[in-house]
Every structure is written in structure tokens, then in C-alpha cells.
């Protein structure tokens, strides 16, 4: 942007009736000059109380706002003819950086911008984009679904309250935006055990079978998968933990951002072990699912194999993710919800609920039967065939008549 200066400054420090302060006076780059208190003057000996500063920390704190405005980032600055596609950049940049999001959600929010958000805004400046053209441009994403729709609506809204807290911008036009309306009937589509050993079976190779067999059986993420390493199997405690997963290229931790343990069956501990048979790569350092010169395996290469395992077996098009919920499901019947949650890795139990009505409850129908059984002693073949004698019982028209 045109009449941008670097940003300059120095501190100086004020002699008050309740001691010295220190003070800094800069220039940001649009001309503006600032003058902002820092806070009190350390002046004993020894290390500054908190909430003191040194000369020397108070030219730190400078240095970090000039930065700040060097960079475009500093809360409070206007976005002086700031394109959408500026504001946007700094945004992701917040997010990948400061708020530090895994690399896969860096990456999906990535492609939204450059398939939706930018042609439909990028060089426009940030203050001109109004509420009635958020909603002219919403009005063009048929084909999306809701949840995808509203997706993208939350990213607009992060990228306009980045542009009030950075350049100023006076108000955020996502507020009065209303979300798409999205319906959940809660039904997840699930493996039965035996079509996850047909599966198995028509793994391409050892490892893909071993894959999918560990994916069913232990609930595991795609990413947590690939990112397995042999010193993260325990064989004599029967245990596998989930130290990190594989995703957008980089290592990262699991999405609940903490370590876990998954109980490992004789099954998934058989076929590990058949693995961890071969020539090399079987060191603890060394990957479990590995490609065949050590390196990660592809996770795009992978879902292609798994659909071409899912073809030869016969089996319906489900997701590789489904396998996860096939062990949520199967799960759920035999253990109690905190211990599936805490397998699982979801931080909220509101996740692990949503496989609750697949665990039987066969208890269920005997309470249904003792809350309609009558009173008199009998069986259910009697109260049918009796005459009505005021009891409210099925009189000789059968069923069909009540007396």
C-alpha cells in the first residue's frame, strides 16, 4: 500500500509521585504516532517483580509492537484500502502460527479460500464487502451441503473478526448471517465382523491386510495409524498408544491433542507380530505401516488400495473412517462409555455418545412387558381368549373388539 513508512520508536521513562514509569513512543507505518504506557520502572537491584521493567524490557516490549506493525498484525491499526485477500493471508497465518492447528486443518482452510472465498471477494477492500453481497454470494454455492456451507461461513467470520482486531475495521457483516440449517439423524454406517475379515483378506499386501484389521479393532485414526512406531506396540501388556499421528505432510499429535492407550486383541497382536517378522524396519524407531523404503505411508495411495480391497471383497463403498466407527459400535455393547471415550480419543463424550444406541440392552423389553402386565394372574394367551368381564380384557369378537 502506497504513504507506508517503517515503523520507528524509543521508550523513555516518566518520574511519578508513585515511582517512575516507563513510556514508548512510536510511528506506525500509515504516519500515526502513538504514545503508550508501558508499566512501572524497576529500579532495586536483583530480578523485576512482575509487572516491572528494566530499560531493557521496555525496548523488548517496543521491539515487539514495532514488529507487530512492520508485519501488519498489530491490534488497532486500520486496514487503509486492506484487500480481502491481505486480511485472509494474515488470518491464516494467525491460525497456522498463534494458534498453532494441525496441518490437515491448515490445509482444508487453504483450499476453501482459493475454491470459494477469494474469487468472490480476494481484491475487494475489506471495508466494502457489505452483509446483503455475503448473502448474494451465499446464495451461489448450490451443490454444497450445509455443513460445508457453513463451514465456509465460519471461515469468513474468523477472517472479518482478524480484520477488526488487526486493521480496525469498524464492524464484522458475518454477524448478522445466519448458519444453514443442518439435520443429523445420527446413523453411521458400520462393518459386521465378518465383513471386516473379508477386508482383510483382500488386502493387496501384508501390511494393507494388517492395516485394516488394526483400524477395526482398535478404533485408530488413519493418521494415528501411519504414524505408529514399533516401541508404541506392547505386546506382554496387550496395549497400543497413540503418541502421534501423520497428517497434511508433518508430524503432529493425535487430534485430541493427548497421549492414549488402546487395548490390542490377540488378532490385531498376531498380525503386528507376523510384521514385525520381516528383513528390516523393525526397529522401535521404525514405522509399523511402513512404505517399502521406510517412509510414511501415502494416505491418499492408501484409501485408493482400500477401495480397490473393498471391490474384490464384495463389500459395500463404505469410508476407511467407518472402520473406526465399526469399533466405536462393537465397543460400545461390551464396555462402559467413559472407557470407550478415553480409547477413542475424544475429548468430548457428546462424540462417544452417538454410539449408544447400538449397544443392546436386551433388559430392555422384559421392563416393557412388566409395565403392561396386568394385574391377574394368567398368561398373555388367556387375557385374549377370555370373554369381558369389565376388566378391560379382550372379549370373544378377539382383538379386534374391545368390550
Request: glycine fraction near 10%; hydrophobic fraction near 40%; proline fraction near 5%.
Amino acid at each position: 500500500m502506497s504513504g507506508r513508512r517503517e515503523p520507528t520508536g524509543h521508550v523513555f521513562r516518566v518520574d511519578r509521585a508513585k515511582g517512575p514509569v516507563w513510556y514508548a513512543k512510536y510511528r506506525l507505518p500509515d504516519g500515526r504516532q502513538v504514545q503508550k504506557r508501558i508499566g512501572p520502572a524497576w529500579t532495586d537491584r536483583g530480578r523485576p517483580r512482575e509487572g516491572y521493567f528494566t530499560k531493557r524490557t521496555a525496548e523488548a516490549w517496543l521491539y515487539d509492537v514495532l514488529a507487530a506493525a512492520r508485519h501488519g498484525t498489530l491490534a488497532g491499526m486500520r486496514s487503509g484500502g486492506a484487500t480481502f485477500a491481505e486480511v485472509a493471508a494474515e488470518w491464516l497465518r494467525f491460525i497456522e502460527q498463534d494458534r498453532e492447528r494441525k496441518p490437515s486443518t491448515i490445509v482444508d482452510y487453504r483450499s476453501a479460500l482459493h475454491a470459494h472465498l477469494l474469487p468472490a471477494f480476494g481484491d475487494r477492500p475489506v471495508e466494502e464487502i457489505t452483509y446483503e453481497e455475503i448473502e448474494a454470494w451465499r446464495g451461489t454455492l448450490a451443490g454444497l451441503s450445509s455443513r460445508s456451507k457453513n463451514k465456509l461461513l465460519i471461515q469468513l467470520h474468523g477472517i472479518f473478526r482478524r480484520a477488526q482486531r488487526v486493521y480496525g475495521l469498524d464492524s464484522n457483516p458475518l454477524m448478522r448471517i445466519e448458519k444453514h440449517p443442518q439435520r443429523s439423524s445420527g446413523d453411521i454406517q458400520v462393518f459386521s465382523p465378518e465383513e471386516v475379515w473379508a477386508l482383510v483378506r483382500a488386502g493387496s499386501n501384508e501390511t494393507d491386510a494388517a492395516l485394516f484389521l488394526t483400524a477395526a479393532f482398535t478404533g485408530l485414526r488413519m493418521g494415528e495409524l501411519l504414524a505408529l512406531r514399533w516401541r508404541d506396540v506392547d505386546f506382554p501388556g496387550a496395549t497400543i498408544r497413540v503418541r502421534s499421528s501423520f497428517a497434511g505432510g508433518q508430524l503432529t499429535t493425535p487430534k485430541s491433542g493427548k497421549v492414549r492407550s488402546v487395548p490390542m486383541a490377540p488378532d490385531v497382536a498376531s498380525a503386528l507380530a507376523r510384521l514385525g517378522g520381516r528383513d528390516e524396519f523393525t526397529s522401535d524407531d521404525d514405522l509399523v505401516f511402513v512404505s517399502p523404503v521406510g517412509s510414511y505411508l501415502s494416505g491418499s495411495a492408501l484409501r485408493t488400495r482400500y477401495k480397490a480391497a473393498l471391490a474384490r471383497a464384495g463389500l459395500r463403498a463404505l469410508r476407511f473412517h467407518d472402520l473406526r466407527h465399526t469399533f466405536g459400535t462393537r465397543m460400545i455393547a461390551k464396555a462402559d462409555i467413559r472407557r470407550v471415550q478415553e480409547w477413542m480419543g475424544h475429548a468430548d463424550i457428546q462424540t462417544t455418545m452417538k454410539y449408544l444406541h447400538y449397544a443392546p440392552h436386551p433388559e430392555d423389553a422384559r421392563l416393557v412387558a412388566e409395565a403392561f402386565a396386568l394385574p391377574e394372574a394368567g398368561t398373555e394367551g388367556d387375557a385374549l381368549g377370555t370373554q369381558g368381564d369389565g376388566t378391560g380384557r379382550f372379549g370373544a369378537g378377539g382383538p379386534g373388539r374391545v368390550l
